[in-house]
C-alpha cells in the first residue's frame, strides 16, 4: 500500500452528499493533485486525511496504520500531517526562522537551529532568517510556510490551493518552486486546485473530481491526452465532440470519413454504432470557402489567447468545434468556412 491510502471514504452535511465512495492511493514521495471546479469536494478530501472532518463510511490509512474508519479516530496532531492552507497565514511578531522553529519544541536548541538553517536554505532564504513576514515579499512568505509546515517531517503534506493568494506572474513561478522544494525535501504531498495548468506544472499524479467522485486518475499527459469522460476532456482544455458513425474501417462524419484507425479508445468489436470523437482546437482548422462554395458551417465566437486565436465555429448539424489559429492566418467570420481534421483523435463516450 501507500502512504495514504482512501478507502471507499464518503462524507455529508446535512443531507447533501459531498464524498461518495473516494479510493485512492498516494506512494511515497509522491505529489498528487486533486483537480477539479470549486465545491467539488476537494477541501472536504483534505479535511478527511488530515483528521479535521471525520467520514461517514470507509477508512483513512497513513503508512498502513487506520487514522480514521469503523471506531477509530486518530485527533489531527497524532496522524503526523502537515498542512498548507490558502492563507498561509504566519507569525507576525516572529521572524521567518522563529515560525520555521516554532513546531520544533522537541528538538535541542543546537539540532534546533541546524534545522532551521537546513530549511531556510531548502526554500532558497537562507538570508532571510530574520526578517519579520511584513519585511518579505509574498512569494517570500510563502516559502516560510512551506518550510515551517515541512520542519517537524511530516508522513504527508498537504497543500490546499496554496498559490491562490499570489498574483498571476508569481504563481506561475512558484508552482515550479514549489514541486522543487517537495521534491528535494522528498516528502509525500496531495494537493489541490482548480486551476489545470498548475495541476499539471506540480503534480506527479493528477486525480480528477467532479461532484464528489473521482473521474480520472493518472499522470499528467495520460490524463490531459486519454481522458476517460466528457467531463475530463471539457475541463482539461478546450474540446469539441463531433458525432460520427461507425462503418467498418472508417467513421462516417459531418466533415468527411475518419480512419478508425485514428481514433485512440475505439475498440474493434464496435460497428454500425454512434460515437462521438474529441476534437482538441489543434487537431482542426477552419478554411474560407471556395466560391459559391456550401462549407461546413460558420464562425460563430472568436476568443483571443494571447499568441493564438480561438474560433468556434457551428457545423450545419447544429456540433460546434474550436479552431486553433495564430493570427496570420485568415478565418472569415461573416460567410462559409471549410473544416480540415488532422489526424489522431480521442473516442469520447
Ligand atoms: P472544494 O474545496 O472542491 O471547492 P469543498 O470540499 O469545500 O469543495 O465543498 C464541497 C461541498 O461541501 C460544497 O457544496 C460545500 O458547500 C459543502 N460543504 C463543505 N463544508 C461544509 C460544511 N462544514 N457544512 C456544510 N456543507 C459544507
Ligand atoms: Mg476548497
Redesign the pocket.
Known amino acids: 500500500g501507500g502512504v495514504l491510502e482512501l478507502d471507499g471514504v464518503s462524507?455529508s452535511?446535512?443531507t447533501?452528499s459531498?464524498?461518495a465512495d473516494l479510493s485512492l492511493s498516494v506512494e511515497e514521495g509522491e505529489i498528487l493533485t486533486?483537480l477539479?471546479?470549486?465545491?467539488?469536494?476537494?477541501?472536504?478530501?483534505?479535511?478527511l486525511i488530515a483528521g479535521l472532518?471525520r467520514p461517514d463510511g470507509g477508512e483513512v490509512r497513513l503508512n498502513g496504520n487506520v487514522v480514521s474508519g469503523g471506531d477509530t479516530f486518530r485527533a489531527p496532531e497524532e496522524r503526523g500531517v502537515g498542512v498548507v492552507f490558502q492563507e498561509f497565514a504566519l507569525f507576525p511578531h516572529l521572524t521567518a526562522a522563529e515560525n520555521i522553529a516554532f513546531g520544533l519544541k522537541d528538538l535541542d536548541e543546537a539540532e534546533r537551529d541546524e534545522r532551521v538553517r537546513d530549511l531556510l536554505d531548502l526554500v532558497g532564504l537562507e538570508t532571510q532568517g530574520e526578517s519579520y513576514p511584513d519585511e518579505l515579499s509574498g512569494g517570500q512568505q510563502q516559502r516560510v510556510a512551506l518550510a515551517r509546515s515541512l520542519a517537524p517531517e511530516p508522513a504527508i503534506l498537504l497543500l490546499?490551493?496554496p498559490f491562490s493568494n499570489l498574483d498571476v506572474d508569481l504563481r506561475v513561478q512558484m508552482r515550479e518552486e514549489v514541486r522543487r522544494i517537495l521534491k528535494e525535501a522528498g516528502v509525500t504531498a496531495v494537493s489541490?486546485t482548480?486551476d489545470q495548468e498548475e495541476a499539471m506544472s506540480i503534480s506527479d499524479r493528477v486525480a480528477v473530481?467532479n461532484d464528489?467522485d473521482l473521474e480520472q486518475i493518472g499522470e499528467p499527459e495520460q490524463v490531459f491526452q486519454h481522458p476517460e469522460s466528457r467531463f475530463v476532456a471539457g475541463f482539461l482544455g478546450y474540446a469539441g465532440f463531433l458525432p460520427g458513425r461507425i462503418a467498418g474501417e472508417v467513421v462516417e462524419t459531418e466533415l468527411g470519413t475518419v480512419g478508425r484507425d485514428q481514433i485512440h479508445g475505439l475498440a474493434p468489436e464496435y460497428d454500425d454504432t454512434d460515437i462521438d470523437i474529441l476534437v482538441r482546437p489543434d487537431d482542426v482548422s477552419a478554411h474560407p470557402c471556395g466560391d459559391g462554395g456550401e462549407g461546413h458551417g460558420k464562425v460563430v465566437g472568436k476568443r483571443y489567447l494571447g499568441p493564438t486565436i480561438l474560433y468556434e465555429v457551428e457545423l450545419h448539424g447544429g456540433d460546434s468545434l474550436l479552431c486553433m489559429h495564430n493570427h496570420d492566418e485568415t478565418v472569415p467570420t461573416d460567410g462559409c468556412v471549410e473544416v480540415t481534421l488532422d489526424a489522431g483523435h480521442e473516442l469520447a463516450w
Open positions: 462524507k452535511y446535512g447533501e459531498v464524498i486533486l477539479g471546479p470549486s465545491g467539488c469536494g476537494k477541501t472536504t478530501t483534505l479535511r472532518d490546499d490551493e489541490v482548480h473530481m464528489g
